[in-house]
């Protein structure tokens, strides 16, 4: 096929939400049709585990990333005891995690998130992102994220219906759709990433034809999700894999630059190398 035409299917753009001086979403088509006026860039965030001894160090450091993000890995035996250092850090490092903006993110576990997100909505140095809500925890989180003014992820299984099913129900709770970012809850590898991929492309296309419960901007993961597979985390295979560090790196850019063609506007990395490689591509 010859001279493809794809603003057939662009009669919308996507939702443009205002975020700490970026601007989130806005495409008027598909990823890198630019015939068509779409003049969006992918946002790269970098992503910082809370548990790390090297947390404060690794905050420090000059980075090319966008976003900065920190996920709160903590466990449940712990929570009471972390809440209060939790907001200890977010008061006293707050200078330093507001030098860009900023994602802050829960443990993924349910019952540690009905307390953790409110912690971080509450004590978050400004508007930030928070990250995530799902079906389970939206009604308990989404009061907070209101009253503390930021913008929220809501992760759903990669399933379209449930994607819609969710923005639709939080905003009854009062959460406006430009605080809304999409999380289709990627995977990293085989079938995962094959969903993660058409998943969001059914997203943006539904988008794209006017369906307003599905143009918000696009948030994938990328790094939890790339080093969860054994090709990406472990030094035991084979010579002819590859080195083992640059096997990881690029395990984690071939996932962000499928998600990002697919139509993801924001990915989060956790190897500062593939934040230089994908800010040098796009």
């Known amino acids: 096929m010859n001279?493809?035409?794809?603003?057939?299917?662009?009669?919308?753009?996507?939702?443009?939400t205002e975020f700490a001086g970026l601007s989130?979403?806005?495409?008027?088509?598909?990823?890198?049709?630019?015939?068509?006026?779409?003049?969006?860039?992918?946002?790269?965030?970098?992503?910082?585990l809370y548990s790390s001894k090297d947390l404060i160090d690794n905050l420090q450091k000059e980075n090319k990333a966008d976003i900065i993000s920190i996920k709160f890995?903590?466990?449940?035996?712990?929570?009471?005891?972390?809440?209060?250092?939790?907001?200890?850090?977010?008061?006293?490092?707050?200078?330093?995690i507001s030098k860009k903006p900023l994602i802050l993110r829960g443990a993924n576990n349910?019952?540690?998130?009905?307390?953790?997100?409110?912690v971080l909505c509450e004590f978050a140095p400004n508007e930030s992102i928070i990250a995530f809500a799902d079906e389970m925890t939206y009604e308990g989180i989404v009061p907070f994220v209101l009253k503390h003014n930021h913008i929220l992820v809501l992760r759903?299984?990669?399933?379209?219906?449930?994607?819609?099913?969710l923005n639709i129900l939080t905003t009854d709770k009062g959460l406006s759709p430009e605080r809304i970012l999409?999380?289709?809850?990627?995977?990293?590898?085989?079938?995962?990433?094959?969903?993660?991929?058409?998943?969001?492309?059914?997203?943006?296309q539904a988008a794209f034809e006017g369906d307003?419960?599905?143009?918000?901007?696009?948030?994938?993961?990328i790094g939890e999700e790339s080093y969860r597979a054994k090709e990406a985390?472990?030094?035991?295979?084979?010579?002819?894999?590859?080195?083992?560090?640059?096997?990881?790196?690029m395990w984690e850019i071939s996932g962000a630059c499928a998600m990002i063609s697919a139509g993801a506007n924001i990915v989060v990395l956790w190897n500062p190398k593939s934040v230089e490689v994908l800010k040098g591509m796009f």
Request: hydrophobic residues 35%; contains cysteine; proline residues 5%.
């Open 73 to 96: 890995d903590i466990l449940e035996d712990e929570l009471e005891n972390k809440l209060e250092e939790i907001k200890k850090f977010l008061t006293e490092q707050k200078e330093l």
């Open 156 to 165: 759903t299984p990669i399933d379209i219906n449930l994607a819609k099913e």
């Open 212 to 221: 307003k419960m599905l143009n918000m901007p696009i948030i994938a993961f």
């Open 3 to 16: 001279n493809l035409d794809l603003s057939f299917s662009c009669k919308e753009k996507i939702r443009k």
């Open 233 to 249: 985390k472990s030094d035991t295979f084979s010579e002819n894999w590859g080195k083992f560090d640059e096997r990881s790196v």
């Open 110 to 118: 349910n019952e540690i998130d009905k307390k953790l997100i409110p």
């Open 182 to 204: 999409i999380d289709p809850d990627m995977g990293g590898l085989g079938y995962g990433l094959d969903y993660g991929y058409s998943i969001i492309e059914r997203i943006r």
């Open 24 to 48: 989130l979403g806005g495409d008027s088509s598909v990823p890198f049709v630019n015939e068509n006026g779409n003049e969006t860039k992918p946002l790269i965030a970098l992503e910082f």
